[in-house]
C-alpha cells in the first residue's frame, strides 16, 4: 500500500468516525505527518539499499564476467604457448635434420669435387694450405711488474727438461706459420713443399725487430704414392723426404708444453715402410750443430740415425748418434764430452684412457747414453759427458668425466747421472692435473695443479768451484692456476681453440731451491744479494703471477 | 705448508676420481639403451681375449670401421656391460635422430686404429 492512499484512509476515519475536539484532531494529524514522513524517509533508504544492492549484483556480475574472461585468456594463452613450445620443437628437429642432411651433402659434394678435381686435374695443380700455432699474452706479479725467467721451465730442474703445468706460467708471444704446396700427379703420386717460419718474443710492443726470433724451421719436400713402389708390399705405401723439418711422428704432453720426443734438424728419411702386415716403420738421418772448435772455427756437427717403429699400440725407437770432435769444442763446461751416443724409446699408445674410458692416453719409457742423455730433444746437447745416463718415464691422458667437466692427469719423471759433469746425479718428477668445467657454451673455467720434486747434486767434479757455489739442491714446487676462459665451443674438448684466457697463479717452492745454478755461480738480488729461484730473480718461496692469454692453433 | 698442499691436492684427486665412476656410468647406461633403441646389437665381451681386444678399442664413444665398402658403428663398453653394440648405417642414422629427439649433442665419431682395422684383429669380436 502506497503512503498517500494510507493516510488519506486513517484520516477519511478518523474525520468520519469522530466528532471529538478539534484539537485532539490537530495532534492526529500532526502526527500521521510524522509517520508519513518517517515512512517516506524508510522507503527513501530501502529504495537507496534496493540500489546498492543491484549495483553490487552488477559489480559481481561484472567481475565475474571479467574473471571468467581472464579464464579465458589464460587458457587460450597455455594452449598457445603449449602450441609454441611444440612447433619450436618440431622446428628445431627440422633444422637438426636440414643441417645433418646439408653435412651429409656437404661431404658427398666434397667427395664428388674431389674426384672431378682428380678427373680434372691429372697433373694435379698446387693445392696449398696454411696451419698455424700461436700464443700471445702478458703476466704480471704482486706489485705490476713484468716477470722474466717465468714458463714451463722456470724451476733448476727445468735445465734437465722437468716441466711444470703450462697454464698461467706463459708470458711470451710465439707463432707458427706452416705453408704447404701439394701437387698430385697422374699417376697418384705427390709431391709436397713445406715451409715454416716461427718467431718467440717476450716484450709486449708491436714492433719486436730487436728482441725477434723471426726464423724459418722447416723447410722440406717430400714424395709419396711413387709409381716405383707401387706393387712392393713393403714400399708402396713409403714416403720419402728431406730437408730442413721436424719429425712427422713427434709427440708431446700439451699440458707441460713438453715433447717426449722432438726429432729435428737436417737431413733425409723413408717415412711407412712395412716390413711385415702390422709392422711400420721410419728410418732418418738427421744432422745439427753444437759449435765451433777453436782456434780452427771448425764446426761440430751431430748426426742423428734413427729407426722408430709401431707394431699395433706398440712404439719402439732406436737411435744412434754421434759428433766427431765434440770434446775438442771449446768452451763448454764438461771434461771429456760425448762424442757419441744411444736413445732408446718404447712407448705404449691407447684410443682410450687408460683402458678405463673415453679419450686417449700414451705410457712410456725413455733411456739414452752419452750424447743420447739428453732424452727429449735427440742429438741436440753436446754438453753431456761421454758417460751421460738417463732415464725418463711418462704418462698422460685425456677424459671426460661427465658433461661438466674433463681432466688430463700428466705424469713425467727422469733421474740423470754423469751428466754435466762426472759424478753428478739429478732426479725430477712433475705431476700435472688440468680440470676444465664447461660453464656455457663458451665460457668455462679451467684449473691447473703441478707437484714437481727435484733432488739436484752437481757432485764435486765442477770446474772452478768457489765456495758460493751451491752443488745440491732439493725440495718441491708447487703451482696452481685459475684460468677463466671462453672459446667457440666448450663441449668439444680439452683442445677446441681459440682460448682467450685470464690466468691467477699461485706458486710456491722449497726455499733449499733457491740459488742453485748446476755448479755456476748462483742467481742473486742485486739489492739484497739473496739467492734467487733459478732465473726468476724471486727472492722467498712463493710468488703469485696475474695475466691474460690467447693461445690458437688449426 | 708443503705437507698441507699435498693433502690438499690428494684430497681433490680422490673426490674428483670418486665422482667420475658413477657419472661415467651413468652416462654409458644413457648411451646403451640408445644404442639398443636404435637396432644395435648388444655383443657381451665374454673371453678374456675378447675383452683385452675391447681395451685397445676408442670407449664410450660410437667409432667407426670398415668392412668392404660397408661401415661398421660399434660402441664399447669393458667396465659396465662388458660388451660391444655393433650396428649398420641405418642403427647409426637412428641413434643420431634418437640423440636430436632427446636434445644431445651429436659429438664426433671415433676411427678404429690402424691396427685394429684387420680382420684379423677385429674378428674375435664379431661383425654385425
Keep these: 500500500m502506497k503512503k498517500t492512499t494510507l493516510s488519506t484512509s486513517i484520516a477519511l476515519a478518523l474525520l468520519t468516525g469522530a466528532t471529538a475536539h478539534a484539537a485532539d484532531m490537530d495532534a492526529l494529524l500532526k502526527r500521521l505527518d510524522e509517520l508519513e514522513r518517517r515512512m517516506e524517509q524508510a522507503e527513501k533508504r530501502a529504495q537507496q539499499a534496493e540500489s546498492q544492492a543491484q549495483q553490487a549484483e552488477r559489480r559481481a556480475q561484472q567481475a565475474e564476467a571479467q574473471a571468467r574472461q581472464a579464464e579465458a585468456k589464460t587458457l587460450q594463452g597455455q594452449t598457445k604457448t603449449k602450441q609454441a613450445e611444440i612447433q619450436a620443437k618440431q622446428a628445431e628437429i627440422q633444422a637438426q635434420q636440414a643441417e645433418i642432411q646439408a653435412k651429409q651433402a656437404e661431404i658427398q659434394a666434397r667427395e664428388v669435387a674431389a674426384q672431378e678435381a682428380a678427373k680434372a686435374k691429372p697433373t694435379g695443380g698446387p693445392e696449398f694450405t696454411f696451419k698455424g700455432y700461436a700464443r700471445a699474452g702478458f703476466l704480471t706479479d704482486e706489485e705490476g711488474n713484468g716477470v722474466k725467467g717465468v714458463g714451463p721451465y722456470m724451476t733448476p730442474a727445468g735445465n734437465l727438461g722437468g716441466p711444470i703445468g703450462r697454464l698461467g706460467v706463459e708470458p711470451d708471444k710465439y707463432v707458427e706459420a706452416v705453408f704447404d704446396s701439394k701437387i698430385t700427379h697422374e699417376s697418384g703420386a705427390y709431391s709436397k713443399y713445406r715451409l715454416m717460419i716461427a718467431d718467440g718474443v717476450l716484450t709486449n710492443n708491436d714492433w719486436t725487430a730487436d728482441d725477434s726470433d723471426l726464423n724459418v724451421r722447416q723447410l722440406f719436400a717430400e714424395l709419396g704414392n711413387l709409381p716405383s713402389f707401387a706393387g712392393s708390399s713393403t714400399f708402396q705405401d713409403a714416403v720419402l723426404w728431406a730437408g730442413k723439418r721436424f719429425d712427422r711422428n713427434n709427440f708431446d704432453i700439451h699440458f707441460f708444453d713438453s715433447d717426449i720426443i722432438f726429432l729435428a734438424g737436417t737431413g733425409a728419411g723413408i717415412y711407412d715402410v712395412k716390413p711385415t702386415e702390422n709392422w711400420s716403420t721410419n728410418v732418418t738421418l738427421y744432422a745439427r750443430n753444437f759449435g765451433t772448435i777453436e782456434p780452427t772455427n771448425e764446426e761440430v756437427q751431430s748426426y742423428i740415425l734413427t729407426a722408430n717403429n709401431y707394431v699395433g699400440p706398440w712404439q719402439f725407437m732406436l737411435s744412434g748418434m754421434w759428433a766427431a770432435d765434440n770434446a775438442d769444442r771449446e768452451p763448454i763446461p764438461v771434461t771429456d764430452a760425448a762424442e757419441s751416443g744411444v736413445h732408446l724409446m718404447l712407448g705404449y699408445n691407447q684410443p682410450n684412457f687408460y683402458g678405463y674410458s673415453q679419450g686417449f692416453s700414451k705410457t712410456g719409457i725413455l733411456y739414452g747414453y ?65 680440470l676444465e668445467q664447461p660453464i656455457t657454451q663458451n665460457f668455462l673455467m679451467a684449473y ?82 739473496e739467492n734467487t729461484f733459478a732465473l726468476t730473480g724471486w727472492t722467498g718461496t712463493d710468488h703469485w703471477l696475474f695475466g691474460l692469454q690467447m693461445e690458437t692453433w688449426f | 705448508m708443503g705437507k698441507f698442499i699435498t693433502a690438499l691436492v690428494v684430497a681433490v684427486l680422490g673426490a674428483a676420481l670418486a665422482g667420475c665412476g658413477s657419472a661415467m656410468q651413468q652416462t654409458a647406461n644413457q648411451q646403451e639403451e640408445l644404442l639398443l633403441a636404435a637396432g644395435f646389437a648388444k655383443k657381451p665381451a665374454d673371453t678374456p681375449e675378447k675383452m683385452a681386444r675391447l681395451r685397445r678399442l676408442p670407449l664410450y664413444e660410437v667409432a667407426v670401421r670398415k668392412k668392404g665398402d660397408q661401415p661398421i658403428y660399434y660402441y664399447a663398453d669393458p667396465n659396465y656391460s662388458g660388451s660391444i653394440y655393433l650396428g649398420n648405417e641405418a642403427n647409426y642414422q637412428a641413434y643420431r635422430k634418437l640423440l636430436i629427439e632427446r636434445n644431445m649433442r651429436t659429438p664426433p665419431v671415433a676411427v678404429t686404429p690402424a691396427d685394429m682395422e684387420a680382420e684379423a684383429e677385429w674378428g674375435v669380436l664379431g661383425s654385425r
Design chain 1, 370 to 434: 752419452g750424447l743420447g742423455a739428453q732424452v727429449k730433444t735427440l742429438g741436440a746437447q753436446g754438453d753431456l759427458t761421454s758417460d751421460a745416463q738417463s732415464v725418463r718415464v711418462y704418462t698422460f691422458g685425456v677424459t671426460p668425466i661427465n658433461d661438466s667437466w674433463r681432466i688430463a692427469p700428466a705424469f713425467m719423471a727422469q733421474y740423470s747421472q754423469d751428466y754435466y759433469y762426472k759424478g753428478d746425479q739429478y732426479t725430477w718428477a712433475s705431476l700435472n692435473v688440468r
Design chain 1, 448 to 529: 691447473e695443479a703441478t707437484y714437481q720434486y727435484q733432488d739436484l747434486d752437481t757432485g764435486a767434479n765442477v770446474p772452478n768451484l768457489q765456495p758460493n757455489i751451491k752443488t745440491q739442491a732439493s725440495g718441491n714446487v708447487f703451482k696452481f692456476t685459475l684460468a677463466p676462459t671462453f672459446n667457440i665451443d666448450t663441449s668439444a674438448g680439452f683442445f677446441q681453440r681459440p682460448a682467450l684466457r685470464g690466468l691467477i697463479t699461485y706458486m710456491t717452492w722449497s726455499d733449499d731451491l733457491n740459488g742453485f745454478n748446476y755448479g755456476q755461480p748462483p742467481n742473486t738480488d742485486p739489492q739484497t744479494g
